[in-house]
């Protein structure tokens, strides 16, 4: 007997994001049906049945809000993520576990992101919270992100912002590089630091 379900149901029911169910037609790795009102419906008998997760693997698979700054001095700022994301995350019902990181965009081997990516990686994961993308990382997110997406994790970010142009884009990534390497050659807190990386910032 046929069961009909929305997409949104069957997004529900198999623990992947909508986005992915869409991926999977477009491969022709599923089908669907089409309503009056063109709506999909997918039918439970026929989904594949190694796409889905095991039962015993759904209760492991946890919301992850995740917040980063760059230095002490945004402890603020990190703590106003925080909050937001607790919000959003409790607004939606979810159970979740919060992981936050204090150090540069461009630091790979923060504890906080190391302990996001192995979980990510051992399917504990289900879902992943941000507020702004380039709180994952500065350069390299793309990559989390594919590795989200094939192990099937729902990436929700919750402030898309503006689009920028590619000046402004550049302007930031060169910020961004001078500041971790000028902290590394003066120290952090020392004044010809801070001299050059408002010096950077009149500039841009």
């Keep these: 007997m046929r069961k009909l379900v929305s997409i949104g149901k069957a997004s529900e029911i198999l623990g992947v994001s909508i986005q992915t169910l869409r991926r999977w037609e477009a491969d022709g790795k599923i089908t669907s049906e089409r309503t009056a009102t063109n709506h999909r419906r997918y039918d439970l008998n026929t989904l594949v049945p190694e796409l889905t997760h095991k039962k015993s693997d759904d209760h492991v698979r946890k919301t992850i809000a995740y917040a980063r700054v760059s230095s002490q001095d945004q402890k603020e700022d990190l703590v106003r993520q925080q909050q937001v994301l607790e919000m959003y995350c409790a607004s939606q019902g979810w ?35 941000l ?22 994790v729902e ?20 910020l961004e590089i001078i500041t971790v390497f000028s902290a590394r050659l003066y120290g952090s807190r020392s004044k010809k630091n801070q001299k050059l990386i408002q010096a950077v910032k009149d500039v841009l």
Excluded: P, W
Excluded at 98 to 113: A, F, H, I, Q, V
Excluded at 136 to 146: D, K, P
Excluded at 157 to 162: D, F, M, R, Y
């Design 95 to 129: 159970t979740f576990e919060l992981m936050s990181d204090l150090g540069s965009g461009m630091n790979y081997k923060k504890k906080g992101l190391n302990k996001l990516l192995e979980a990510i990686m051992n399917n504990q994961i289900g879902r992943l919270v």
């Design 155 to 174: 990436i929700i970010i919750l402030n898309q912002g503006e689009n920028l142009s590619f000046e402004e884009e550049l302007a930031q990534d060169v």
């Design 131 to 152: 507020t702004h993308k380039d709180r994952l990382l500065r350069f390299g997110a793309e990559l989390v992100f594919s590795l989200c997406e094939a192990k099937n």
